[in-house]
């Protein structure tokens, strides 16, 4: 089992859609957790990190469920400019980060 | 501008000439890294450093060596490059510590060995 795991999508959305993507990770040490942003081959960018109580950032809502070693990402009223892939990241303090597959989001017009 | 900065950004080579990427941060940040990605594969981990002179082996350290002997810079090496090295790779670098360990990307490099 690889230790980080997405649904590799693509998920094709129309715009104004709620779309949401999971993410599980298999070492129950993992600390810290985020979800990045990659556009095509291009350097990954911070969306947000994902904290036990679960945050929001404007259109974007991220949650941790630790008993069930599981993220998610949910993405409110899609934008064309949304259209990315989507990296799940789990780090142990003091070892290695480890990067889910992707998620591939198309937000349609 | 806070930045991580790779060169070179594209290459190409061919099998057994030795070639170093550099990288290099002006965020003062402790922790370094570098991945490869792979079409299918995502990111993966080749080398990375907590510290100066403190490197630990990631997920696909074969063929592959780092120095880190300052803190802003964390070269990959590839001694003797192989056709099956051909990939995307990128250097990140980030505080250390719980809500601090956020890394940032340089912009990549395009190597291709012949």
């Known amino acids: 089992r690889k230790e980080v795991e997405q649904d590799p999508g693509p998920f094709n959305v129309p715009e104004g859609a709620t779309v949401a993507f999971n993410c599980t990770y298999s070492?129950?040490?993992?600390?810290?957790f985020f979800w990045y942003r990659q556009d095509c081959r291009k350097e990954p960018k911070l969306l947000m990190s994902v904290y036990s109580s679960g945050n929001e950032d404007g259109r974007f809502t991220a949650q941790l469920n630790r008993a069930s070693q599981y993220i998610s990402l949910l993405i409110r009223d899609s934008k064309l400019s949304d259209s990315a892939t989507y990296l799940c990241?789990?780090?142990?303090?003091?070892?290695?980060?480890?990067f889910g597959p992707g998620t591939r989001l198309s937000v349609l017009p | 501008e806070a930045q991580v900065t790779q060169n070179p950004r594209y290459l190409i080579t061919v099998t057994g000439k030795k070639l170093t990427v550099t990288c290099s941060q002006n965020m003062n940040h402790e922790y370094m890294s570098w991945y490869r990605q792979d079409p299918g594969l995502g990111l993966r981990q080749i080398y990375y450093?907590?510290?100066?002179?403190?490197?630990d082996k990631g997920d696909v350290p074969e063929g592959y060596k780092v120095s880190r002997k300052e803190k802003r810079n964390f070269p990959l090496i590839l001694e003797s490059p192989s056709p099956n090295q051909t990939s995307l790779y990128f250097c990140?670098?980030?505080?250390?510590?719980?809500?601090?360990?956020?890394?940032?990307f340089g912009a990549g490099t395009r190597l291709s060995v012949l």
């Open positions: 990140a670098s980030s505080l250390l510590g719980l809500g601090k360990n956020i890394q940032y």
């Open positions: 070492n129950s040490a993992s600390q810290s």
């Open positions: 450093s907590m510290n100066v002179e403190v490197t």
């Open positions: 990241v789990v780090h142990n303090y003091g070892q290695n980060f480890v």
